[in-house]
């Protein structure tokens, strides 16, 4: 099993940045996939991007060419760089991986788009 936690989210203009992070309780070295998802009150979660071990990304179309997925092993950490930041992307985000069948969380991290 794995404990996840989030941190990095807060308040930032249209066309800001953030980078947000996600520390693994454990070595992150064999965990083949992990993925960010973010979920909007009112609206369902949603998958934004993933990496796979060997930093193979995949996005969400509404993120793609803005956000950057990438993974520290050494760290034991997954980041998230969200650049040119839109008032649609104003959610909790969650850190999220699947081991063997169980899933686990991070708790998250609000992300707020606001002028």
């Known amino acids: 099993q794995v404990q996840l936690v989030e941190s990095g989210g807060g308040l930032v203009q249209p066309g800001g940045s953030l980078r947000l992070s996600c520390a693994a309780s454990?070595?992150?070295?064999?965990?083949?996939?992990m993925d960010w998802y973010r979920q909007a009150p009112g609206k369902q979660r949603e998958l934004v991007a993933t990496?796979?071990?060997?930093?193979?990304?995949n996005y969400a179309d509404s993120v793609k060419g803005r956000f950057t997925i990438s993974r520290d092993n050494a760290k034991n950490t997954v980041y998230l760089q969200l650049d040119s930041l839109k008032p649609e992307d104003t959610a909790a985000y969650y850190c999220?991986?699947?081991?063997?069948?169980?899933?686990?969380w991070g708790q998250g991290t609000q992300v707020t788009v606001s002028s």
């Open positions: 999220h991986t699947r081991i063997i069948t169980f899933h686990y």
């Open positions: 454990r070595s992150i070295f064999s965990i083949p996939v």
């Open positions: 990496i796979t071990s060997d930093g193979g990304a």
